[in-house]
Nanobody, 122 residues
Framework: QVQLVESGGGLVQAGGSLRLSCAASGRSFSRYAMGWFRQTPGKEREFVAAIGWSGGYTAVADSVKGRFTISRDNAKNTVYLQMNSLIPADTAVYYC???????????????WGQGSQVTVSS
């Protein structure tokens, strides 16, 4: 069992920045690929970014490419999502996830955090 706890969400004006953190416990953090998804009411869960277990592979969704960056610090058992140039369309609950492989498919992941609300005002 892996527990994931997100932090760093909140309210920010358009054009601003936030950094989400996801702290993992329960099993070896470095064994897992990590990802971020987001969801708004009435919409499907949307892939945001993923990173491989070694950190050597990263991927981001086209909708956030150039603005969001995923990274991990295995010594701290933490994955980050740096969000810059935020726009109102980024408003969502952001979920941290862990699984066997970095993927854009939500079903590929095994463990999920509780979510962190990000609200971007115009």
């Amino acid at each position: 069992q892996v527990q994931l706890v997100e932090s760093g969400g909140g309210l920010v004006q358009a054009g601003g920045s936030l950094r989400l953190s996801c702290a993992a416990s329960g099993r070896s953090f470095s064994r897992y690929a990590m990802g971020w998804f987001r969801q708004t009411p009435g919409k499907e869960r949307e892939f945001v970014a993923a990173i491989g277990w070694s950190g050597g592979y990263t991927a981001v969704a086209d909708s956030v490419k150039g603005r969001f960056t995923i990274s991990r610090d295995n010594a701290k058992n933490t994955v980050y999502l740096q969000m810059n140039s935020l726009i109102p369309a980024d408003t969502a609950v952001y979920y941290c996830t862990a699984g066997q492989v970095a993927s854009a498919a939500w079903a590929s992941y095994d463990y999920w955090g509780q979510g962190s609300q990000v609200t971007v005002s115009s």
